[in-house]
C-alpha cells in the first residue's frame, strides 16, 4: 500500500512538473471601453488597455498601456496589433502586430512592459502551438513556376520566462518540409522553383 502511494505521488508531481513547463498563452477578451479605447482586464487591479480600437475592436493602432490600480505604468508601442495572448503563471504576454503583409510577435513583461526573449517576425501563416511559436515559410509568386521564397521560423518557449528563443534546426526542417528546398535563415527571400511539389529546387539568384 505504501508503495503505491509513493508510485502515485511521484506521478502526480511529475505530472505537476511538466505542466509547469509549458507555457500556456490563452488568447484574451478584448471589451470597449469608449469609441476609440479597449481594455483587457487581467485581474481587480490590472489592466491593459488599447488605444485606437478599430470599430469591430479586432485591431488597435496603438499604444497598449499596463494599468495597475488605476494608474498607467508603462506603454507598449508597435505596429498594428491584432491579438493578445495572456500566461497568467509566468505574468507576460503575446502581443501579436503587423505593418503592411508583415508582422511579428512578442512577449513582454506584465510587470514593467519589458520585452522578453527575441522578437518573432513573420510574414506567413504564424501559428501559437504548446511550447512553441510557427512562422510558415513565406512565398510570392514570380510566374507560373518560380517563387520568391523565405525561410520558416520556429521560436521555442523557454522554460520559466516563456521568452522566445529560435530554434535553427527546427526552422531549416519547417522549410524543407513545407517548401521542398533547405532555406538560409535570414530575412532574405530566394527564388524557389515548383516550390511544395516533388519538383522543388533553388532557382538561379
Given at each position: 500500500?505504501?508503495?503505491?502511494?509513493?508510485?502515485?505521488?511521484?506521478?502526480?508531481?511529475?505530472?505537476?512538473?511538466?505542466?509547469?513547463?509549458?507555457?500556456?498563452?490563452?488568447?484574451?477578451?478584448?471589451?470597449?471601453?469608449?469609441?476609440?479605447?479597449?481594455?483587457?482586464?487581467?485581474?481587480?487591479?490590472?489592466?491593459?488597455?488599447?488605444?485606437?480600437?478599430?470599430?469591430?475592436?479586432?485591431?488597435?493602432?496603438?499604444?497598449?498601456?499596463?494599468?495597475?490600480?488605476?494608474?498607467?505604468?508603462?506603454?507598449?508601442?508597435?505596429?498594428?496589433?491584432?491579438?493578445?495572448?495572456?500566461?497568467?503563471?509566468?505574468?507576460?504576454?503575446?502581443?501579436?502586430?503587423?505593418?503592411?503583409?508583415?508582422?511579428?510577435?512578442?512577449?513582454?513583461?506584465?510587470?514593467?512592459?519589458?520585452?522578453?526573449?527575441?522578437?518573432?517576425?513573420?510574414?506567413?501563416?504564424?501559428?501559437?502551438?504548446?511550447?512553441?511559436?510557427?512562422?510558415?515559410?513565406?512565398?510570392?509568386?514570380?510566374?507560373?513556376?518560380?517563387?520568391?521564397?523565405?525561410?520558416?521560423?520556429?521560436?521555442?518557449?523557454?522554460?520559466?520566462?516563456?521568452?522566445?528563443?529560435?530554434?535553427?534546426?527546427?526552422?531549416?526542417?519547417?522549410?524543407?518540409?513545407?517548401?521542398?528546398?533547405?532555406?538560409?535563415?535570414?530575412?532574405?527571400?530566394?527564388?524557389?522553383?515548383?516550390?511544395?511539389t516533388p519538383k522543388a529546387a533553388l532557382g538561379a539568384p
Amino acid at each position: 500500500m505504501l508503495k503505491v502511494s509513493l508510485m502515485v505521488a511521484v506521478l502526480s508531481q511529475a505530472v505537476i512538473s511538466r505542466a509547469a513547463d509549458r507555457c500556456h498563452f490563452a488568447n484574451v477578451k478584448v471589451t470597449a471601453k469608449t469609441s476609440e479605447l479597449s481594455e483587457v482586464v487581467i485581474s481587480p487591479s490590472k489592466k491593459i488597455l488599447l488605444e485606437g480600437a478599430s470599430a469591430d475592436r479586432k485591431t488597435h493602432e496603438g499604444p497598449l498601456w499596463l494599468e495597475v490600480k488605476g494608474q498607467k505604468v508603462c506603454k507598449i508601442d508597435g505596429g498594428i496589433f491584432s491579438d493578445i495572448y495572456l500566461n497568467r503563471s509566468a505574468n507576460v504576454l503575446l502581443v501579436k502586430e503587423y505593418s503592411g503583409s508583415c508582422g511579428q510577435h512578442r512577449i513582454l513583461s506584465l510587470k514593467d512592459c519589458s520585452p522578453i526573449g527575441e522578437v518573432a517576425e513573420y510574414c506567413g501563416d504564424a501559428s501559437i502551438l504548446e511550447n512553441k511559436l510557427v512562422n510558415e515559410p513565406p512565398c510570392e509568386p514570380l510566374d507560373m513556376h518560380t517563387s520568391s521564397c523565405s525561410s520558416g521560423r520556429v521560436f521555442n518557449f523557454s522554460k520559466g520566462s516563456c521568452g522566445l528563443k529560435l530554434d535553427p534546426k527546427a526552422s531549416v526542417q519547417l522549410t524543407k518540409k513545407k517548401l521542398g528546398v533547405e532555406l538560409p535563415i535570414d530575412k532574405k527571400s530566394y527564388k524557389v522553383l515548383y516550390p511544395g511539389t516533388p519538383k522543388a529546387a533553388l532557382g538561379a539568384p
